[in-house]
């Protein structure tokens, strides 16, 4: 997915930890709201708050840049994930409620009350129904499940060994991969070997080598030049698939001493044991072989022995001349069109990035017998759903993981996930009402009337008692100076009722002795 940079780890740690320090203030906020206190930050933390979103804007731009493609992955991961999702995300909301509830009861105006309802209820709702608009080609009958995806492997094996080299071929064939894939390219002298970058950079020690000539095309290279580069310790070094150290004393040893392979000696291994995907490097144009490179390759696997029907060929260059000379060749594309078009340039196979390609695309190619492969597919889960989708085959990187793969990692018919669903929601609801009946159990009775000779204070007060001490402290504070408050015109009212000639020797205005002894 996308490739490592020596920077894209430092990026995603920085993200983790502004991610880290966010959460751990948010649950801190929670925690002062459950208890009914004001969460007052210190400025270093508001500092903190801003360094860590314009950090988190300028790492999501850098992965964005880096891995662009990477983003249609949240559709596929939505469809992998939805039912697990959808339960997880009802379980957080629902737990929230008690929050919410607390909040509303002590809440003294109506509209914040119905304001935090009605958003509150909206997300809710949402999230009930959302199970709609989302679908995953993984709920489905077991019936009509199709055979499992045939494994090919992307330049061999290339977390067990150096990529494109002859060790990382016999270890595809040993995991019994469908077929393999592999990179072709021509050197200055004409022999076909694999390599697939630009240069040798990255995969041989070059610049060790031939200092001068690192950045130079790797076609532009005699093979008795090739011969003398090492294409094995860079793995052991970059380690780009962290599996090196997993490595026997043996395959370390192998692997350190792997040279540029020959698409001959790889054709060798292939022939009895696997078909292979073959790839062309574009040759630069004053390459001495420009324009006579695709019958130099056609004789190199003519002449090793391999079954035509065995070979998938890619380049879309001089497919006329391929058909001539090697009729048995499995035609196959790597441009997405029509299937009726595929079908009348003799396209057998079409292989592509598994986001160009969606569950209605491959049943339209299947329908009209084409065979849809799928590249680079590194996880049982994403193999899970390309599997459900009715993919026949995927190119991968870990072989040796996707082979041990019996079935999808779940499958549920459609009436099993509609019932899982509309039993979480009504789960959830349930559940919801409670806790808002129980957190403003007083403020109902209130309303329902059956103590409508609470004032305001005294029905609060009655509700909180979730509450913390310095806010029921002040309720009652409220309380008392409210019941003074009326006892004071009580008293007025009765010293005018004995002007009238009634009686108003029991009650007299309270003195400020008097109230705060009430008060205490």
């Known amino acids: 997915m996308g490739y490592w940079s020596d920077w894209s780890i430092p990026i995603l740690v920085t993200a983790a930890a502004g991610f880290t320090y966010i959460t751990t203030l948010l649950i801190l906020a929670l925690c002062h709201i459950a208890v009914g206190q004001q ?7 508001k500092v903190g708050l801003m360094v860590t979103l314009m950090a988190t804007v300028v790492t999501v731009s850098s992965i964005a840049q ?25 379980a957080v909301v629902t737990a929230l409620s008690w929050l919410i509830a607390g909040q509303f009861a002590r809440m003294e105006k109506a509209t ?3 304001l935090m309802f009605t958003t509150y209820f909206a997300v809710l709702v949402a999230l009930y129904l959302i199970p709609l608009t989302v679908s995953s080609p993984c709920i489905m009958e077991k019936k009509d499940l199709g055979p499992k995806p045939a494994i090919i492997g992307h330049r061999g094996a290339p977390m067990l060994a150096p990529e494109n080299t002859l060790m990382s071929f016999q270890k595809a064939v040993e995991q019994k991969t469908y077929g393999v894939q592999a990179d072709i390219t021509i050197s200055y002298d004409g022999v076909p070997f694999l390599m697939h970058d630009r240069t040798l950079r990255r995969t041989t020690n070059v610049k060790k080598v031939f200092p001068e000539r690192a950045k130079e095309h790797s076609s532009m290279f005699n093979w008795t030049d090739l011969e003398r580069l090492n294409a094995g310790e860079w793995f052991l070094e970059s380690d780009p698939f962290w599996t090196a150290g997993s490595l026997s004393d043996s395959d370390y040893l192998q692997a350190a001493n792997q040279s540029v392979c020959k698409l001959a000696d790889m054709l060798q291994i292939a022939k009895d044991n696997t078909s292979v995907i073959l790839n062309f490097q574009d040759l630069p144009h004053d390459h001495p072989y420009y324009s006579t490179y695709i019958n130099i390759t056609l004789q190199t696997i003519l002449e090793s022995g391999i079954q035509q029907q065995a070979v998938m060929w890619l380049p879309n260059t001089e497919r006329q001349l ?16 029509d299937a009726a078009r595929l079908r009348d340039k003799g396209i057998k196979l079409l292989t592509l990035r598994y986001t160009k390609v969606t569950h209605e695309d491959i049943r339209e190619y299947t329908a009209a017998n084409l065979s849809v ?4 597919v590194n996880e049982p889960w994403l193999y899970s759903i390309l599997w459900c989708a009715g993919v026949q085959s995927v190119t991968s990187d870990s072989s040796q993981i996707l082979s041990k793969v019996p079935f999808p990692i779940w499958l549920l018919p459609p009436e099993e996930y509609n019932l899982i669903w509309i039993t979480a929601d009504l789960i959830s609801f349930t559940i919801i009402v409670g806790v808002f009946i129980f957190q403003n159990y007083h403020m109902i009775r209130w309303r329902l009337g059956s103590i409508r000779t609470y004032n305001p204070e005294q029905i609060m007060l009655s509700a909180a008692v979730r509450r ?11 309380l008392i100076f409210s019941e003074i408050n009326s006892g004071m015109e009580n008293a007025d009212d009765l010293s005018l009722y004995s002007e009238n000639g009634y009686s108003n020797e029991a009650i007299a205005p309270m003195g400020r002795r008097d109230m705060k002894l009430r008060v205490d």
């Open 39 to 45: 969460m007052n930050l210190h400025w270093l933390h």
């Open 66 to 90: 880096l891995w662009d493609d990477e983003w249609e992955m949240v559709v596929i991961s939505i469809q992998a994930t939805a039912p697990f999702l959808h339960i997880g995300a009802l």
């Open 112 to 114: 914040s009350q119905m």
């Open 322 to 337: 391929v058909r001539q000379i090697a009729p048995g060749f499995r035609q196959t594309s790597d441009i997405k069109v």
């Open 373 to 376: 492969n799928l590249y680079v």
């Open 468 to 478: 913390s001490s310095r806010d029921v402290k002040i309720m009652k504070e409220k």
